[in-house]
Structure formats: structure tokens, C-alpha cells
């Protein structure tokens, strides 16, 4: 059975990481999926902790910033 694309829906890019805000791939990731194997979805699937927190750590900074 294929691996489910993670949109929820929720397509918001952030600049400084590139990530959509919703799923937390890129864009060339979101284009690519339907192409993509079982392995690669798994791959990204697995590293939405990681970019959460990298966007987290984004925002953080503008609110310091600003």
C-alpha cells in the first residue's frame, strides 16, 4: 500500500526554512510525491520532527527580532 501524503490542507510556505507549515516538506517534495517510492515517503515522514523544530527555532528568532 502506498504511503499517504501528509497534507492536512494547510499550504503555507516558511521562507527562512522553505517548509510548508502544514506538512513541513518542501516544494519540490510536495511536486515529487506521487514519483516518489515507499522509502523516500518514509524518509520525509520520518524527519517531520526534526523540521518542526526547525521551524519552531525560526519563528522564535523573528519574535526576538522583532
Known amino acids: ?3 499517504k501524503s501528509p497534507c492536512i490542507n494547510v ?3 516558511d521562507g527562512k526554512t ?3 507549515i502544514g ?3 518542501t516544494l519540490d517534495e510536495i511536486r515529487g510525491w506521487k514519483k516518489m517510492t515507499d ?3 518514509h524518509q520525509i515522514l520520518n524527519e ?3 523540521r518542526q523544530a ?3 527555532r525560526e519563528v ?3 519574535e526576538v527580532k522583532s
Open 1 to 3: 500500500m502506498a504511503v
Open 18 to 20: 522553505g517548509l510548508c
Open 54 to 56: 526547525k521551524v519552531a
Open 60 to 62: 522564535q528568532v523573528a
Open 48 to 50: 517531520k520532527t526534526r
Open 39 to 41: 522509502h523516500r515517503r
Open 23 to 25: 506538512c513541513f516538506r
Open 11 to 13: 499550504c503555507a510556505f
